[in-house]
């Protein structure tokens, strides 16, 4: 066998097996450029043999032939190429794309007429004998066509594409695979050209060469293609090492992630929540199917969050019980993110799901600990008052024993004074209200109980608390002032609680005022409305301040300036404001003394 024809078929078998190679890949990946550029290298492949043939052709109907088959094989692959360029890389206008392939097609359309021997030549001659590689071949003479210049023109939208793609690749990460193939194309357009120039001019004694010049482009692509390959396979290896770690770590805190395919109505769950909710990997779920996992009660909490996630700003967070296969009711907390197709249509959204049913357990406890340790520090308060409440007591009770020997008096008259009598009796029953509320309040702050928020008046319960305080406040010659606007707006709260904060205040005032040198012992307690929905509260006393050094500590626990003090009082009153969305703050005043405030959210009813 001649060195022509086993060089000519060893590079159209090395075309054949890139060919064979990504057909392999496209069967398995379907990707469109794969199988595109598989059917190119195949064009070239056969590109080889007919240009082989050609070479071989010794007479005129043999080599319009062949010729014939030449030119099929070169529109094969150059149409496949820009059809690879656009799926590949996105590029290029695809109104070009369109025009070279037609213009292609009109090409072959005309090379296969049976009046005329191929596209080029409209009467072929004898061919021609050339030396090339020590050998004599033949290379085709004829009559050339006009229609050759369609040719030309095809060439020309060819650039115009390629051009076209390099300007929509010029901004991203990806445009020097875009250089890499125009730059092939270029060099084996300019090749082929300046060797048939060369031919045709007498200046080269070759056959017209094609197929070799076109495994420039075919080397080029299947460098990047190879490349791309390689860091797919190093990716796949990562993605899975990644998915193995994920997997352990869903594992690990009860993670579960799941996806909803809006379009479809279909949700996928990973395992960890199939198995957790009883469900069978091999059915469809909807997303009705899924709500119905939910507690009845929290199945609109979910349906809402997910309205408001598509018509808002695309996150959705929710937290929501669950119905678990074989356990108790679970407690999860859901994230997502609604992604959106190139129309702006939302057509899926990702999220995670984690239980939280421990968390919410440790809440309850910590809130069920701080209803304790409050109720506690008003059975400590109260216990505290209890020389004062044994007086606000006995005025009542004195009054009423008064007004029963009074009227024992009257009875003993004959005959008694009824008048008299229903004006004790009256009494009797005002002096047994007052002693009632007295007992009703100390039962109110020492019962325990759940914390319920509702709407409460800021103006009643600071008047419980100063009549409640005003025993010992006079016993200590300090007056309680109070200004509380007539229309100032309820606050949203748990009452006892928030009676509770303004004992600790005030009875922390009547402590820091007793010592005070000034000729009138003045608490002010005031409130007035934020112009953020909230209602501030202020106790300022007339003591000696707080030091600058406790100022920041003051709200800390077992901070206290009373050697009897046990410094909760503040600390507990920190939590119950902030457990009611507010802040508390603490001031030393200009004048002497100290204020602290603390801000409640308004109610809404």
């Not at 296969?112 to 061919?127: G, H, S, T, Y």
């Not at 779920?285 to 909490?301: G, H, P, Q, Y």
């Not at 100390?442 to 305080?469: C, H, P, Q």
């Amino acid at each position: 066998m001649s060195v022509i024809s086993i060089t000519w078929l060893l590079i159209g078998g090395v075309y054949l097996g890139v060919a064979a190679q990504f057909f392999v890949v496209w069967l398995r990946t379907r990707t469109a450029y794969m199988g595109i550029f598989a059917l190119s290298a195949a064009s070239g492949a056969a590109l080889m043999l007919f240009e082989l043939a050609l070479m071989r052709a010794g007479t005129p109907a043999e080599s319009g032939e062949a010729f014939r088959w030449v030119q099929l094989a070169v529109v094969c692959a150059v149409v496949g190429m820009v059809w690879f360029v656009r799926f590949y890389l996105q590029a290029g206008k695809l109104w070009l794309a369109w025009l070279e392939t037609g213009l292609r097609v009109v090409a072959m359309t005309i090379n296969f007429l049976p009046q005329r021997p191929n596209f080029v030549f409209v009467e072929m001659l004898p061919p021609r004998e050339v030396h090339f590689l020590g050998e004599t071949v033949f290379s085709p003479l004829g009559v050339r066509s006009n229609w050759e210049l369609l040719t030309g023109f095809a060439g020309l939208v060819l650039l115009a594409f390629l051009a076209s793609a390099v300007v929509d690749t010029w901004n991203r990460k990806d445009r020097r695979n875009v250089f890499v193939i125009a730059g092939a194309y270029v060099a084996a357009v300019i090749i082929t050209f300046a060797q048939a120039r060369l031919v045709a001019w007498g200046l080269l004694d070759a056959p017209y060469i094609v197929g070799i010049n076109f495994g420039i482009v075919i080397i080029a692509i299947f460098y990047l293609l190879s490349d791309e390959i390689v860091r797919a396979g190093q990716l796949a290896e990562r993605l899975t090492a990644s998915e193995q770690s994920m997997k352990l770590e869903r594992t690990a805190t009860g993670a579960v992630l799941w996806e909803w395919d809006l379009v479809r109505d279909r949700i996928w769950i990973s395992d960890v929540g199939q198995r957790r909710l009883g469900i069978n990997p091999n059915d469809t779920l909807s997303f009705e199917d899924s709500v119905a996992t939910l507690i009845e009660e929290d199945r609109a909490v979910l349906k809402d969050a997910v309205r408001n996630a598509i018509e808002g700003d695309g996150s959705l967070e929710a937290t929501f019980r669950i119905n678990q296969a074989g356990e108790e009711d679970a407690w999860v907390s859901t994230t997502g993110k609604v992604e959106y197709d190139p129309k702006g249509r939302p057509h899926i959204i990702r999220g995670i799901l984690l239980d939280i049913t421990e968390q919410k357990r440790a809440a309850d406890d910590a809130r069920s600990l701080s209803s304790e340790i409050a109720h506690l520090q008003r059975a400590y308060t109260v216990g505290n008052m209890s020389s004062a409440l044994a007086h606000e007591l006995n005025q009542p009770l004195g009054a009423i024993l008064r007004n029963a020997e009074a009227g024992d008096l009257i009875l003993k008259q004959s005959p008694p004074d009824l008048d008299e009598l229903e004006a004790i009796f009256s009494d009797i029953r005002y002096d047994q209200q007052r002693a009632i509320g007295v007992i009703d309040h100390l039962r109110g702050l020492l019962k325990r109980r759940d914390r319920t928020f509702e709407s409460v008046d800021v103006a009643k319960g600071v008047a419980d608390i100063v009549a409640l305080l005003r025993s010992e406040s006079q016993r200590e010659h300090i007056s309680i002032e109070t200004r509380i606007p007539a229309n100032l707006p309820p606050v949203l709260g748990d009452r006892v609680q928030l009676q509770q904060v303004i004992l600790n205040l005030v009875q922390n005032s009547i402590d820091a005022s007793v010592d005070s040198t000034d000729s009138r012992k003045l608490i002010s307690i005031s409130a007035r409305a934020l112009d953020d929905g909230f209602i501030e509260l202020a106790v300022a006393d007339c003591g000696e301040g707080i030091p600058d050094s406790e100022l920041r500590r003051i709200f800390e626990p077992f901070q206290t300036t009373k050697p009897e003090g046990l410094g909760m009082g503040l600390a507990i009153s920190k939590v119950i404001v902030e457990q009611h969305g507010g802040r508390i703050l603490a001031s030393n005043n200009n004048d002497g003394g100290a204020t602290i405030r603390f801000t409640l959210r308004q109610s809404a009813a």
